[in-house]
């Protein structure tokens, strides 16, 4: 392979695979810099993304300040100040003070709709092109760089290339091998109802948990409600319709049942969690992945799409800082490797946590709840809100 390098006198093309959160804000921090031309290849017919929200912390809104960002996202999203913990029968467990917590690294922790995020991420992207429909096939390294194969028959030449393509990313099964995702154990429903009951109030999330299942809701900035909820898998067939989950948090305290059936078909979303086991290497000559592609994570600490919009950021850094393109990707795998598995891990510790089952092993964790949540809470954000220049 060649290597693609990087001068004053000529201008690297850079193909980012997938116009995801990662992908965008790659393709942003890039084309900052004129020597670059920057092309995002999306197989959606729109880069919008799939619906719901997202609760983006203050690392990643650090992060996005450094691509004059935050501000925009800030604006468009509600900041949470609180996470309230309750059990199944209601009692509050814990108080979380998130946005404390998180004003003292000197950013906010929001919650956004997904498709927003993404329509601020593509409207700050004048000079890159955005080919949408462009569904990656394989990818040909050579001596002049990276050919690119679509479904369509279509190909293009770029001198690197990025798989920011998410957690089935074709282009890390190129790079890496077929090795099968992992299973959380569990299925998350995701949902954005415009009827916000009484009582809601903006800036408090509530997670409530149960004998197994999970509830978390938050108020989004136009009012409507943003919810995820969990389902234990343990050999159980999953649950598929809207009326089945109904049943299971039909008698959990209000609103949640009301939120459930109010929530419009559009907005309703089931995804099997799974993640992978962090690796150690990403890349090989003018290719690397980034994102979920690279280091995905459950989503038990809502930091899968922080830690992709850090990653793009250092890729920036570190590609518009080298001398050669490739020499950049380097870089940016060694620096975004340790902290990204550690956050992995992390959130797969959570999960395997937050799945246990069984009436008295749950009345335990309500009462560890009580007694130590906070701290812990407190100790793993603190070092995951200081963000990747700590
Ligand atoms: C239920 C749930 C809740 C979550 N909540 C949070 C949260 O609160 N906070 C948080 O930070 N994270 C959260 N996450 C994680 C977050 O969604 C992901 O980490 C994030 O979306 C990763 O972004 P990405 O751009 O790497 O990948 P993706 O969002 O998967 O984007 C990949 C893009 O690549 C495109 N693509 C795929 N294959 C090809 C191809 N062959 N050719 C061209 N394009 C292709 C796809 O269409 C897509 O647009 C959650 C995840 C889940 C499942």
């Known amino acids: 392979m060649g290597a693609s390098t990087v001068d004053s006198t000529r201008a690297g093309r850079i193909g980012i695979v997938g116009g995801g959160i990662a ?29 719901a929200a997202l609760l983006v912390w203050s690392n990643a809104i650090t992060a996005l300040s450094s691509i004059g960002l935050a501000d925009e996202v800030k604006n468009a999203a509600a900041a949470l100040d609180v996470t309230e913990v309750r059990s199944a029968g209601g009692e509050l467990l814990s108080s979380l003070p998130i946005g404390t917590w998180s004003e003292r690294f000197g950013a906010p922790t929001v919650v956004i709709r997904r498709p927003v995020l993404l329509d601020i991420l593509g409207a700050a992207l004048p000079r890159a092109t955005v080919k949408i429909g462009a569904s990656l096939r394989s990818f040909t390294p050579g001596a002049r760089g990276v050919r690119l194969c679509f479904e369509d028959g279509s190909m293009d030449d770029v001198d690197a290339l990025i798989g920011a393509d998410g957690l089935h990313s074709s282009v890390r099964r190129q790079l890496l091998g077929d090795e099968p995702t992992r299973a959380g154990g569990y299925d998350a429903w995701v949902g954005i109802t415009p009827n916000r009951p009484e009582g809601l109030r903006t800036g408090v999330a509530t997670a409530t948990v149960g004998n197994g299942p999970r509830f978390w809701t938050a108020v989004l900035r136009d009012g409507s409600v943003f919810w995820y909820a969990t389902l234990n898998r343990r050999g159980r067939p999953p649950i598929r319709r809207r009326e089945e989950l109904y049943e299971v948090f039909r008698d959990w305290p209000a609103p949640i049942a009301e939120l459930i059936a109010s929530t419009p078909d559009t907005e309703l979303i089931r995804t099997q969690i799974r993640d992978r086991l962090p690796v150690d290497q990403w890349g090989a000559g003018p290719v690397t992945l980034l994102g979920d592609a690279a280091h995905p994570s459950t989503p038990d600490l809502g930091q899968g799409a922080c830690q992709a919009i850090e990653s793009a950021i250092v890729l920036g850094e570190c590609v518009r800082g080298s001398a050669q393109i490739e020499g950049g990707f380097r870089e940016y795998e060694q620096r975004r490797m340790p902290r990204t598995a550690a956050i992995s891990r992390l959130c797969w510790m959570t999960a395997s946590n937050s799945t246990i089952e069984g009436p008295l092993v749950c009345r335990l964790r309500d009462v560890a709840i009580r007694v130590g949540l906070e701290s812990i809470a407190r100790s793993s954000l603190q070092w995951i809100l200081a963000g990747h220049a700590q």
Request: cysteine-free; aromatic content about 6%.
């Open 23 to 51: 992908g965008l804000t790659a393709a942003i921090a890039l084309a900052r810099d004129e020597r670059f031309e920057v092309v995002v290849y999306e197989k959606a017919p729109e880069a919008r993304g799939r619906g």
